[in-house]
């Protein structure tokens, strides 16, 4: 690295300081990094007895379309609302997705070291949720509830979603922004960009980023159907011929963000460092709304290398978005290879994987997630396997594109620094990609 790289760099580049997550499987990135190196996956089969008592109809059980699996929290319903000041009924008033919340962006505050009631400086906070169904499944449900409350208040004390982020704020006495963000699957790593920006503009002096989304009810399957994008049969097959979709799932992630100089400055542990990254939409050139588009996404891609100020085949692993959808992952390697082979005529270098394979879409999580598996393969100088991978989706041109997919544990052997991109894409239009190094 020159020297006027490394000036540079200090002045626009975001050190990640501190990590959390709840996904299928493990409540801590430690667990979450050893299932995926392990190419564990979190599904879980369900019996008619189980399906039967969280209320799914006999007559749906008989439909050879109802997939009996599911990707689920260890512990869904769990919540220290004592350590964050809640009386029981509070705490039973809030959505899950934002008692989840409280304790991610905590526990990732924890992991940076920083306790955010004696901070001389300013925290922010940008993030967003999923649906929220726990609101009229189980609080408006209960007409004594209602009316005891009130409406205007059960949607106050934390049930919408535009009160995801200050709730946080409001509870740890954080004076920076307090953004909740919403673009359906690209939420949590558009809210990472989102919070670079206002870190480099002096807006806030750390911040909190990422997203948690919780589907109810628990303990359900789902139906199937050909040509949509859920699986076949609960597994989720990034890239592969045998790829019939993917599986919605519960999580979340947040990281810790800090400008790099004023990281060194601290000693802040830098998990890894933020040197570019770039949202936009694919505004109408593609076939229909909900279409993903290869020239929209490459446009974000392109512009987060060229801010990152890298050459393209520095960058030697891609955690994509990764669905598994036979149309979704060729337009998204098309996109890839528009943007990474630009002026690059290195082939099959580069490795990609999705951790969709492992636990699922965690819908506003996705990208987070993604970013987090990202920062330990960065760390421990492995790429984890992308589970179920065994021969190319025949609409992929691997050959002559820069990528191939990673399916077994690999050593990351380089000269220079390791560099992973990650790539969220939202229904919608809303892309974006984040550069890591």
């Not at 993917?246 to 400008?259: A, N, Y």
């Not at 460092?273 to 993903?292: H, T």
Request: hydrophobic share 35%; aromatic share 8%; proline share 4%.
């Amino acid at each position: 690295m020159t020297d006027n790289r490394l000036e540079d760099e200090l002045d626009s580049a975001i050190a990640i300081i501190g990590m959390s997550c709840r996904v299928p499987g493990a409540n801590t990135v430690a667990g979450f990094w050893n299932n995926i190196q392990q190419g564990d996956v979190a599904l879980r089969r369900l019996s008619d007895e189980e399906l039967l008592a969280a209320g799914v109809p006999e007559s749906q059980l008989k439909n050879p379309a109802y997939v009996k699996a599911t990707m689920i929290l260890d512990e869904p319903r769990g919540f220290d609302a004592a350590f964050f000041g809640f009386s029981p009924r509070d705490a039973g008033i809030l959505d899950p997705q934002h008692r989840h919340f409280l304790e991610l962006c905590w526990e990732a505050l924890e992991d940076g070291g920083i306790n955010p009631y004696a901070y001389e400086g300013s925290i922010g906070v940008f993030g967003g949720s999923g649906h929220n169904s726990y609101m009229p499944y189980n609080l408006l449900s209960n007409p004594e509830l209602e009316d005891e409350v009130g409406f205007f208040l059960l949607r106050h004390t934390g049930n919408d979603k535009d009160f995801l982020t200050t709730r946080v704020s409001y509870n740890f006495n954080l004076r920076g922004p307090s953004l909740n963000i919403q673009t359906a699957c690209s939420t949590s790593l558009v809210s990472i960009h989102t919070a670079t920006q206002s870190l480099l503009s002096g807006e806030c002096d750390t911040a909190l980023a990422g997203a948690i989304t919780i589907i109810l009810p628990l303990d359900h399957g789902y139906l199937h159907e050909e040509g949509g994008i859920l699986s076949r049969d609960g597994f989720c097959r990034p890239f592969d011929a045998e790829s019939t979709g993917t599986i919605l799932s519960s999580g979340g992630g947040v990281v810790l963000l800090k400008r790099l100089d004023d990281a060194i400055a601290d000693r802040d542990e830098i998990h890894a460092v933020i040197i570019g990254s770039a949202v936009n939409n694919d505004g109408f050139n593609k076939v229909n709304y909900l279409a993903p588009s290869v020239d929209g996404q490459s446009a974000a891609i392109s512009e987060a290398i060229e801010i990152a100020e890298i050459e393209r085949d520095s960058v030697g692993y891609i955690e994509c978005h990764g669905t598994g959808t036979k149309i979704g992952d060729p337009i998204e390697v098309a996109a890839l290879t528009q943007a990474y082979g630009l002026n690059n005529s290195r082939k099959q270098y580069c490795a990609i994987g999705s951790v969709k394979s492992n636990i699922g879409h965690t819908d506003t999580a996705a990208g987070v997630l993604g970013l987090i598996k990202s920062v330990m393969s960065i760390k421990s100088a492995k790429i984890a396997p992308t589970a179920h991978y065994q021969s190319p989706n025949a609409e992929i041109d691997f050959q002559n594109s820069p990528f191939y997919v990673c399916n077994q544990l690999t050593e990351w052997q380089v000269d220079g620094p390791r560099r992973a991109g990650i790539s969220s894409l939202g229904v919608g239009g809303t892309n974006a990609h984040v550069i890591l190094e």
